[in-house]
């Protein structure tokens, strides 16, 4: 107690866990790392929101190998789900209604083998994690209907890198001990997320996408 920052043994002492007080300190640093993906690399995935939420999904799973399982068959469902429905001609809202009542029936169904198997890991994941994967089939959808199945597919493919990189970094012990002692270090985040916003250079993606024009040049 004695290395832990004051503030956070003033969070402790007024009841807030530490867990929930090192994962909204994390949440800023998770959310510029997605942002330098994007702004810097060139990744897109689902946006910035939905990678951040199935990173803290992960977390809560009982290892990060039961959320990817969970995450891979949300997606599958999803793509299969699209061709099941498509002779049916529906529109948007009730498509999704029916993809996401398979979703949570097939999560079920994991859910159960796990625990026939002797998984218990995977049949005792709690229902947040399921909710957030389950979430994930409304973006996947309506990417799907936009864009295509394999612009969908693949977004669903960065995404699930980007969680996994942001899983790894929000469990290192040495920047969960760090926050502890210093959780004021989660504020260097608005300075550089001012100078993410001021970038106007290529992204590194887009140099390989147009390397044969840039070497015209």
């Known amino acids: 107690m004695q290395t832990i920052s004051p503030i956070i043994q003033y969070f402790l002492a007024s009841g807030v866990p530490l867990d929930t007080v ?12 997605i942002a330098f993906l994007r702004q810097v690399v060139g990744i897109k995935a689902f946006g910035i929101y939905t990678p951040l939420i199935i990173t803290f999904a992960f977390l809560a799973t009982n290892g990060i190998k ?29 498509r999704v209604a029916i993809t ?8 079920l169904l994991l859910l159960v083998i796990g625990g ?11 229902i947040f994690p399921i909710l957030i994967m389950i979430t994930l089939v409304e973006k996947f959808v309506a990417v799907q209907i936009e864009k295509g199945n394999k612009t969908a597919v693949i977004l669903a493919f960065e995404t699930l890198i ?31 997320n001012i100078l993410l916003g001021k970038w106007t250079g290529l992204r590194i993606s887009e140099y390989f996408r ?8």
Request: net charge positive; charged share 10%.
């Open 162 to 192: 980007i969680s996994v990189i942001g899983y790894y970094i929000a469990s290192w012990s040495p920047l969960v001990e760090l926050l502890v002692v210093h959780p004021w270090i989660t504020l260097l985040t608005l300075p550089i």
């Open 22 to 33: 090192i994962l909204i300190l994390m949440l800023p640093i998770i959310a510029t790392f």
């Open 116 to 126: 026939a198997l002797r998984r218990t890991g995977l049949a005792a994941v709690s």
């Open 66 to 94: 039961y959320g990817i399982t969970i995450f891979i068959a949300v997606i599958l469902v999803g793509m299969l789900m699209r061709f099941v429905l498509k002779p049916f001609r529906l529109l948007y809202l009730p």
């Open 100 to 107: 996401l009542t398979i979703v949570g029936i097939l999560i």
């Open 210 to 217: 147009f390397k044969e024009v840039i070497k015209k040049i």
